[in-house]
């Protein structure tokens, strides 16, 4: 008995690795500290009502930005341990699967698990007041989005401890990733882990183009939008055409390897080169789904801070909208060597040459709309300023990239990787990081430590070049992507050398950020006015941070920039355009404990398909099913929100002012 | 006012209404129309859902057109397909839709009890259909057509089963409807959901049509 335990539990563990024996000792303590911590302080009661239950998309945004912090903590550990072992030739760091494994977590964290989150973070704080609304269109389905999201990421971290990490790259190609050459259960948390996150993505895009079309404040056009909440529309069109196909890659490998189905394997008449169609054709849209929104914030952080329009705000949604269609046309490029032949090749080399010219339109835009402003160096300026010298020269790399031809020279080496971390960084990083020092004082009351912040910013920014500018020659020399280790005659030493120091810095710009958060929360001046950095759209409108039902009334628009406009009126002694509404009943959603347990279900379920225990899956999936039955038979959902509460509620708020 | 009204927040255009029909109408009147602004919203979601719902359907008609070539020394669509059962289960289906439609004009007469009959029919047809095509399914199973059989057969079981478990979703899904329609009777929450699910039965039937052409006769043929 004793001994079949034991076997059990080296199987189901993983074993061997002091590293993950520290990391073991490491999440039981965090767990034990948490759970002391909240029996200490009664804090279960409250944790439980107003946040694993809450459906107000600000508390939504606010557990988005936790968790996507958590996984950059955890992907930038991952980038850190690779870099230490390939820093120079024949370091003995790491064993060659456990880097397998290390490179295929970090790619997966970083892309799915922290830049989605981060991303959708900013849009349930943002959007809703930037466009003057109470909510999203379904507050109940948007919490449902984030539980979805966060279990899947539970899941797919738990392959660390548990059963052993996927190691057949980020994008698993098959056949490596089926059952023949990846036996393991880490390949099956991969599958589960992104499909349960994914379908929250792909709720969170149609909940987001709903709230875009049929929620905007009362005269607000289409044409008058602020710039960031059109580049949500256009990242969640991509998101509703992208994910489906995503949910059925990963439904059919599953297929492969659960059912023994003959899709992608080598026998059977599988074709393996479908994966890797079908992969792309989501995976490329989806790096145009991440920075399309990182666009949106620069473009609203560059106008505040220049005091000036938007330039060329019509080319600005133009360039979005082009941008979001042609990410469909582009995803063979990932592959030109793998024999599609001249003429296929050509065809996406052009497309994937077109992406340019919106991306350029921006960049000028951006250019003149600084040109002759006021420019403030604030820490949201700053990041987008070093945003645009840094994805000019990765989106010059990534255009030598589709040039068919060359690409047979540059393919999978760290000429790839150099330009894919230059735009990832460069572009979505740098930009989640602006708009997350942009609206803190929106989301919290107070803004965040400019000095600290702005070492974060250098050490970041000055790391980023150091790591990433040795990799394009390191790349040009011949070294390839995902080797794990090469000899001293390789004369690739002092270039990996000075990147994994750029690595490091990195690193430090992150517990930089940390300690600026940390640093802001315990000194943290009260921002009163709601309106720190003289904004120019809706969301500066209102206190910070903002009441529970947003705006006591609904803000009627005339211009873009309205809030803006509405400043420049006052200050000249102009009246003001806007009729003040009488303050009605607030209608809103209640709480809802559902998302939180139907998503616990899948959870449950998934780890039953994982390591293929019925007893798991199939009551998960009778959880998820009750749960769906539950909520359809429930009519008691929403609420009001009586009158005299809004004005007492608005009287504190304001009486500060 | 339609127009401009779906422009409208829920809020604001109940606002609008209120105003319309002066203060008097009080908060039940504002209620009303809230909760009417408030559906037709889930219905628009619902649109983009089943657009999300297309491209799935789409990729997996692109993988059993690539791969239905490849029987590996296995059974061909000619020799497994029995065309009569099919023929039958697509007459179900399509009849289905139609009784779908006509629980849809019973709900729109606000005469409860033809709507419950009628999706009461659909559901009969939809498990009929469902019954059928399990049935086909066993007796492949039975002559060792499996998904592992070949490629041909993996891609064939998923998109056809797709659908199917698409269909029973949708019969779980009406039950619970009729239940609810017993309790509430026809409201704006209730007339939303019937117009929701005709939608997907629909749906579903266009797909089948896809199905049954691209499958079932370019497989005999």
């Known amino acids: ?657 | 006012m339609q127009e401009r009204k779906m422009r409208l927040s829920p809020r604001e255009a109940a606002h609008t209404e209120v105003g319309h029909g002066g203060h008097s109408a009080g908060h039940h009147g504002h209620d009303e129309h809230h909760e009417h602004e408030h559906e037709s919203l889930k219905t628009f979601g619902f649109w983009l859902f089943l657009m999300t719902d297309c491209i799935l359907f789409a990729s997996l008609f692109a993988c059993y057109l690539v791969l239905h070539g490849n029987t590996n020394g296995g059974p061909t669509a000619e020799e497994l397909f029995e065309m009569p059962g099919v023929i039958a289960e697509t007459f179900i289906l399509l009849t289905s839709s139609f009784t779908s439609g006509l629980a849809v004009l019973a709900m729109h007469k606000k005469n409860l009890k033809g709507l419950i009959t009628w999706l009461a029919v659909t559901v009969l047809l939809g498990a009929s259909f469902i019954y059928l095509e399990v049935d086909e399914f066993l007796k492949m199973v039975h002559e060792g057509a499996t998904i592992s059989t070949s490629a041909f057969l993996s891609s064939f079981f998923t998109l056809v089963g797709t659908h199917g478990l698409h269909v029973s979703l949708g019969l779980c899904w009406m039950i619970g409807l009729i239940f609810q329609l017993k309790r509430h009777g026809i409201t704006p929450v209730t007339m939303r959901k019937v117009n929701v699910i005709s939608l997907y039965w629909h749906f579903l039937d266009v797909v089948w049509i896809f199905v049954f052409t691209i499958v079932y006769m370019m497989g005999v043929m």
């Open chain 1, 1 to 657: 008995m004793l001994d079949n335990i034991k076997e059990f539990a080296s199987e189901f563990f993983v074993t061997g690795d002091p590293l993950i024996y520290g990391a073991d000792v490491s999440i039981g303590l965090a767990m034990i500290a948490i759970i002391t911590v909240l029996t200490y302080f009664k804090k279960w009661g409250w944790l439980w009502r107003e946040w694993l239950t809450t459906v107000d998309h600000k508390r939504v945004g606010i557990m988005y930005i936790i968790a996507s912090i958590l996984m950059l903590f955890r992907g930038g550990v991952d980038a850190l341990l690779m870099r230490t072992q390939i820093a120079l030739p024949d370091i003995q760091f790491l064993e060659a699967e456990h880097y397998n494994q290390i490179f295929t977590t970090h790619g997966v964290i970083m892309i799915l698990f922290m830049a989605m989150p981060l991303m959708f973070g900013l849009f349930n704080i943002v959007v809703p007041l930037q466009i003057g609304a109470r909510d999203v269109a379904y507050p109940f389905l948007n919490s449902l989005s984030f539980w979805m999201f966060f279990f899947g990421a539970m899941l797919f971290n738990m392959s660390f401890v548990i059963g052993g990490s996927p190691d057949a790259g980020w994008l698993s190609y098959a056949p490596l990733s089926e059952l023949s050459h990846s036996p393991g259960v880490g390949q099956d948390f991969y599958i589960w882990g992104i499909q349960i996150s994914g379908i929250g993505s792909l709720a969170t895009g149609i909940n987001f183009i709903v709230t875009i079309l049929k929620m905007r404040a009362p005269g607000m056009k289409l044409m008058q939008m602020p710039m960031f909440s059109w580049s949500v529309l256009s990242s969640c069109v991509t998101i509703i055409f992208a994910f489906p196909i995503l949910t059925v890659t990963l439904a059919l490998l599953f297929l492969d390897r659960y059912l023994g189905a003959h899709f992608f394997t080598l026998d059977g008449g599988g074709n393996p080169m479908m994966y890797v169609n079908l992969i792309w054709m989501w995976g490329h849209p989806e790096v145009y789904i991440v920075v399309l929104p990182a666009f949106g914030i620069f473009s609203e952080v560059v106008a505040t801070f220049s005091k000036k329009k938007l330039f060329g705000y019509k080319s600005m949604v133009f360039a979005m909208m082009i941008i979001s269609v042609l990410s469909f046309f582009t995803w063979l490029h990932h592959f030109f060597t793998m024999g599609s032949g001249a003429d296929v090749n050509a065809f996406f080399a052009i497309t994937t040459m077109l992406i340019a010219i919106p991306t350029g339109v921006k960049i000028f835009n951006w250019l003149f709309t600084m040109f002759r402003g006021r420019i403030t160096f604030t820490t949201p300026m700053l990041w987008t300023l070093a945003f645009i010298p840094c994805f000019v020269i990765g989106g010059m790399t990534g255009v030598l990239l589709s040039v068919a031809p060359a690409d047979f020279q540059f393919h999978n080496s760290y000429f790839l990787i150099a330009h894919f971390h230059q735009v990832l960084i460069g572009g979505v990083a740098f930009g989640y990081f602006a708009g997350l020092s942009y609206w803190w004082p929106k989301m919290f009351g107070f803004k965040l430590n400019e000095k600290l912040g702005k070492w974060a910013f250098w050490l970041w920014n000055i790391g980023f070049y150091v790591c990433f500018m040795p990799q394009y020659f390191l790349g040009l020399d011949g070294m390839t992507r995902r080797v794990s280790e090469y000899s001293w005659d390789m004369g690739w030493g002092p270039l990996n050398l000075v990147s994994t120091i750029g690595g490091f810095l990195m690193g430090i710009g992150f517990l930089f950020q940390v300690w600026q958060i940390a640093h802001s929360i315990k000194f943290m001046e009260r921002d009163t006015t709601g309106d720190p950095w003289n904004g120019r759209t809706l969301e500066w409108s209102i206190p910070s941070p903002a009441p529970l039902y947003n705006f006591a009334t609904l803000p009627q628009v005339k211009d873009q920039d309205d809030w803006w406009e509405d400043k420049q009126r006052k200050q000249q002694g102009l009246p003001s355009l806007k009729t003040p509404q009488p303050i009605e009943p607030i209608h809103m959603p209640k709480n809802s404990a559902i998302p939180f347990i139907k998503s616990l279900c899948w959870f449950v379920a998934g780890f039953g398909f994982v390591f293929d225990w019925l007893f798991f899956a199939i009551p998960g999936m009778i959880g998820v099913l009750i749960c769906m039955l539950v909520r359809s038979f429930s009519y008691d959902t929403d609420y009001y929100i009586p009158v005299d509460e809004v004005k007492r509620t608005e009287a504190a708020l304001r009486g500060t002012n």
